[in-house]
């Protein structure tokens, strides 16, 4: 059998897959604006920055220096006064869920900022949203530290400081959120629809009763296996293409590394997750049974990925486990291309451990494919 017959025969069984994915206009909406719609929602509403953050305070110096010092507060943006009524303490505009944060300026604050001897503030955070607050907390602090220093060089007051502290965000200077979380989508994204198309080719086939007919054709199990992953590569491929364009003039996300090393790696992370969709497919009885397993193999994936928490927070264990998740290495990937200008040289590694993964994911669909077809 020459070589030119199996390109046909897989070439014909493309051209199938894809009109077949294809001729819905529900099914093209969900494969090429679905992602649109993802990123844009994702971008937006997965973010850490505080913005607007409902601060209660309570001066009891009441003096300009005081209200100097909340007008540092709200001039960045990021936190506005909500209650300055003069409460007993900040702490009751949090426990009525008024304020996320309280400030209390006590008697006397613009006195020991004169005689340089150091002021004393309060702030209290509500601590139910850990992550909030804890970024809140570190703005309160910095915002603290700046005006108790400004107000000094201002006057000429010595603080008996002898370190002069200059900080600089390398990569992403202005901190944002988005920066860092827009490029981790893509990875995101690209698994759930590669998992999404590929886990349902087997099973509908089975469902249609067209997976008998395929068996009776000259088609082998590893041509069956290409015809039904090519479309998909593709449309992962165009996937990537909308999505890092949107990144990428949307949300004005730098992409500074090599383009032909961030494809390779969009390549092998593909394959990967195509092979995981096939395996799915393949011990699945029902498509409902295999969309049921694909949600249950993509959250975990998304959890333990770094997408939302870092790695390294996690316990020793789990860290240990989030090796076998090839999202883990590919959003290393796509985090060091877009922000550090990463090329092949700085991610091999990861790149190398994606394509064993791949490797050993879609040799066990096709042996589990052939055990199906007998």
């Known amino acids: 059998m020459s070589i030119l017959q199996k390109r046909r025969r897989i070439a014909g069984l493309v051209r199938k897959e894809l009109r077949q994915l294809l001729r819905d206009p529900k099914t093209r909406r969900i494969m090429f604006g679905s992602p649109i719609i993802q990123l844009l929602l994702f971008g937006y509403a997965v973010t850490t920055d505080v913005h607007r953050v409902p601060m209660a305070v309570v001066d009891r110096d009441n003096t300009a220096e005081s209200r100097g010092l909340q007008d540092a507060f709200t001039a960045g943006g990021y936190f506005r006064i909500v209650d300055a009524s003069g409460s007993a303490t900040p702490t009751e505009a949090l426990d009525a ?54 107000y000094a060089a201002e006057r000429g007051i010595a603080t008996g400081g002898g370190v002069d502290l200059r900080s600089r965000a390398w990569y992403n200077p202005e901190l944002a959120s988005r920066v860092y979380n827009v490029p981790a989508i893509i990875g995101v994204l690209l698994l759930l629809m590669s ?16 997976l008998e007919q395929l068996m009776v054709t000259p088609l082998t199990p590893g041509e069956l296996i290409l015809g039904k992953t090519i479309p998909v590569a593709i449309i992962a ?3 990537l293409a909308i999505i890092c364009a949107v990144a990428i003039v949307w949300f004005d996300i730098p992409l500074r590394g090599s383009v032909p090393a961030l494809l390779a790696s969009a390549f092998v992370y593909i394959l990967a ?25 993509f959250l975990p994936a998304a959890i333990l990925s770094g997408f939302m928490y870092p790695v390294r927070t996690m316990p020793q264990a789990v860290q240990t486990l989030t090796l ?3 999202l883990r290495h590919f959003l290393e990937i796509v985090r060091a291309i877009f922000l550090k200008g990463a090329g092949f040289a700085d991610i091999w590694p990861q790149l190398l451990i994606i394509s064993a993964m791949a490797a050993v994911v879609l040799t066990l669909a096709t042996w589990r494919f052939r055990r199906t077809l007998l």
């Open 324 to 326: 076998l998740n090839p």
């Open 237 to 239: 491929f165009i996937d």
């Open 195 to 210: 998992l999404l198309l590929t886990a349902l080719a087997v099973v509908r086939e089975r469902e249609l009763g067209t």
């Open 273 to 297: 997750a195509l092979g995981l969709g096939l395996l799915i497919s393949t011990i699945s009885k029902t498509q409902q049974e295999a969309f049921m397993t694909m949600f249950l193999l």
């Open 97 to 150: 869920g008024d304020a996320m944060i309280g400030l209390e300026i006590p008697r006397g604050f613009a006195r020991d900022l004169d005689a340089g001897r150091g002021a004393h503030v309060q702030v209290i955070v509500d601590g139910t949203n850990s992550n909030t607050a804890t970024v809140a907390q570190g703005y309160a602090l910095r915002i603290v530290q700046r005006y108790g220093l400004d």
